[in-house]
């Protein structure tokens, strides 16, 4: 009797019948998901009785001229076509995705994913769970999700990220399996470090400013030293003064005229002093005169401001061109 064989496991003998060339042809023409649960079918294959070769043969009218039993080299089969497919390099790292050899980050999945996805996919989700996965998105998408919720459940969440230290192996695999059927396909770990007060505070600095004071307040009152040791870790843009002479130059490099004349409205003494250090004479002097005439100003747009000089600094430490907490003249926290 033929045997019980699923779309995926059909797929894969038909391209099997095919031969490298034609099946590596049809991959072309297929998403990366559904090259990964054909290519892990292969890895799985040993062998195929003849009447479920037969059934798949009358199937997709494709006759298979083999013998009782038919023995695939499913591994290097997979590799033999999926090279062929998308070139050598391409080919290589794909398999390293299906083997599990390299790890696909579940960053990479969310930003792929629309945020009206995934706030429906969070709706039913366990709380423990979305702060394991919020620490997985970068702290600007973690911020947009959390600011969705309900307010109590922010709280919450936060709190959750704070304490979160090693989630097990089985825990990620178990998250995994989820999102490779829900969102996308991805591959398994060991175990993770997750959260903390510095995965908090990283997404808490894309909150706005309102919601970021409650929260922290709300946290304050049950936890106080999850919520200082948080606050310790959010950089804010008085903060600016943690960085040393160097790094400061680099920044302003990248930072608007107008956008830094408006961030300083606020700035405290020292920092302006810092930052108008590390100008020219001319510049500086020219930015102390517009400041200087510069009217009454929305607190609002001062604080976009100031956050989007963090926003560019951020950046650049991502890309390496400034380290944060390297020097400065102190580490005053506001």
Not at 12 to 19: E, K, N, Q, R, S
Not at 41 to 49: C, K, N
């Amino acid at each position: 009797m033929a045997r019980e064989l699923n779309n995926t496991q059909r797929a894969a003998l038909t391209l099997l019948a095919l031969g490298k060339d034609l099946a590596a042809e049809v991959l072309q023409h297929l998403s990366e998901p559904e090259v990964k649960r054909i290519s892990k079918t292969f890895m799985q294959m040993s062998e195929v009785d003849r009447e479920t070769q037969l059934a798949i043969a009358a199937q997709f009218r494709t006759m298979l001229k083999a013998g009782k039993t038919m023995l695939i080299d499913g591994p290097e089969y997979a590799r033999d076509m999926i090279s062929t497919a998308y070139g050598k390099e391409g080919g290589e790292r794909l398999i390293d995705f299906i083997t599990g050899a390299k790890k696909e980050q579940l960053s990479s999945i969310f930003s792929e994913v629309p945020e009206k996805v995934l706030k429906a996919f969070f709706a039913t989700e366990h709380p423990q769970t979305i702060a394991f996965l919020l620490t997985k998105m970068n702290p600007e998408q973690a911020a947009r999700v959390l600011q969705g919720m309900r307010q109590e459940q922010q709280t919450d969440i936060l709190l959750r990220i704070s304490s979160l230290n090693i989630v097990k192996g089985e825990v990620v695999d178990e998250v995994r399996e989820v999102l490779n059927s829900t969102l996308r396909s991805t591959s398994v770990s060991d175990e993770e470090e997750v959260g903390g007060p510095k995965a908090a505070a990283d997404i808490l600095n894309f909150v706005d400013r309102n919601n970021e004071a409650r929260i922290i307040a709300e946290i304050d009152e049950m936890f106080p030293d999850t919520a200082d040791a948080i606050r310790n870790l959010m950089f804010t843009f008085e903060d600016l003064k943690r960085l040393d002479d160097r790094s400061i130059q680099t920044l302003m490099k990248d930072v608007p005229r107008d956008q830094l004349i408006l961030s300083l409205k606020t700035a405290s003494t020292d920092l302006k002093d810092l930052l108008f250090r590390n100008m020219s004479q001319r510049a500086a002097g020219m930015i102390q005169e517009d400041l200087a005439a510069l009217g009454p100003t929305k607190l609002k747009d001062v604080e976009k401001s100031q956050q989007g000089i963090i926003d560019i600094l951020r950046k650049l430490e991502a890309e390496g061109k400034i380290q944060i907490g390297s020097g400065g003249e102190g580490e005053a926290v506001v």
